[in-house]
């Protein structure tokens, strides 16, 4: 089962950046990182990676270079410092947020 579309939507730009820090990467990389590390629950396609790639890079939060492979050509993306301060910002915002929903749901579960 997928996650719902709604949280994963809030939350892909902190997952392309957290997927980023494990090291450059070019697409379909990424979207292998992702779709592995979420169990097959979160199918990002490259329609909604490319546009999250190409605005984390006009912020300054991702660089990229072409690299040649034989014939193929792939975009590489980087991390860059400022995307690393993002990343841990979006990050302990995020476990914020989770903190305060679970004690929402600490209460609320244990009366259904």
């Known amino acids: 089962m997928d996650f719902n579309a709604n949280l994963t939507r809030a939350s892909i730009d ?32 490259a ?5 999250i790639l190409h605005e984390l890079e006009s912020e300054g939060a991702v660089s990229s270079r072409w690299e040649s492979v034989g014939e ?8 860059t410092a ?18 305060y929903v679970e004690r929402l749901l600490r209460p609320a579960l244990q009366s259904a």
Do not use: C, N
């Open 14 to 45: 902190l997952v392309v950046l957290a997927a980023l820090a494990e090291g450059s990467a070019y697409g379909y990389l990424l979207l292998k990182r992702i779709h592995d590390a979420s169990r097959s629950r979160h199918r990002v396609t």
């Open 47 to 51: 329609g909604t990676l490319y546009p």
């Open 72 to 79: 193929r050509r792939r975009k590489w993306y980087d991390l």
């Open 82 to 99: 400022k995307g690393r301060r993002r990343l841990q910002q979006d990050a302990d915002e995020w476990r914020a947020f989770v903190s």
